[in-house]
């Protein structure tokens, strides 16, 4: 998993910087083009969502500071919130040492989850029982009227 | 993606449950046998490092509270801090609402990546430039000395 240009900034001084686009062509995006990316609210900390990017989903993150993933269910840039309203703007974006995950701060608008739950990790595992933390906060029947 | 065991949760009430031995068997390994799984200090929010599990890895995890990955470069499990010292102690596991991630609440001993860095998300994205945010806290070659 090593990735040579990542590896030449593992022992390099705090405030140190690179130039993106090197870095960005860098990546480590996977057989099928995609990297995970992490979406975390900026002021909680609370983890929303979890899905993939592809360059081009990249790029225009990156370009409009609104959040794109590509979907792999519909084999598509997924600008979030398209349908549902329910956007993320950027606010910051990381990269982890091998260059293989993104961690993106963002200011979520209504909730992140298709569910309509204020994020997507509402499972919690209680001993041998897995619990429902909360419940939607949105009806998805109102979030995606073309699916309904 | 629809996963119709945890589709069915979708819409249950905050503090419903199911048993959790169901619950793991429906997760959505991908096609190598493993699961994402997010690293957050429990206390800070921080994200820590990013790994993949598989289902040992995720039963061991369970079963003894020590966090055990599932090793891509090494192709075998993966005692967190098994050599560095470095462990992972588990406060929480949360499943997403695709049943295809896993989110869980660490408690983390010294440094969480390999790097030495406390975290692996050193790296962030200012304008046209990649900056490096902090510097190691520990140095690597003391952290794996069989391979220094």
Wanted: net charge negative; charged share 25%; glycine share 8%.
């Amino acid at each position: 998993m090593s990735n040579p240009f990542f590896a030449k900034l593992e022992h390099a001084a705090a405030g140190d910087s690179v130039a993106l686009a090197a870095a960005l062509d860098a990546l480590a995006f996977d057989d099928h083009g995609l990297i995970p990316a992490i979406a975390q609210q900026h002021d909680t900390g609370e983890i929303v969502m979890f899905a993939w990017m592809n360059r081009a989903a990249l790029d225009e993150t990156l370009a409009t500071g609104r959040v794109c993933y590509f979907s792999r269910a519909r084999g598509k840039l997924w600008r979030k919130g398209e349908e549902s309203g329910n956007a993320q703007r950027l606010r910051e974006l990381r990269i982890d040492c091998d260059g293989d995950v993104l961690l993106l701060s963002v200011e979520q608008t209504g909730p992140a989850c298709h569910t309509g739950h204020h994020g997507c990790f509402y499972l919690r595992v209680d001993g041998d029982r897995l619990t429902v933390v909360d419940a939607p906060e949105r009806d998805p029947n109102d979030m995606y009227p073309s699916r309904a």
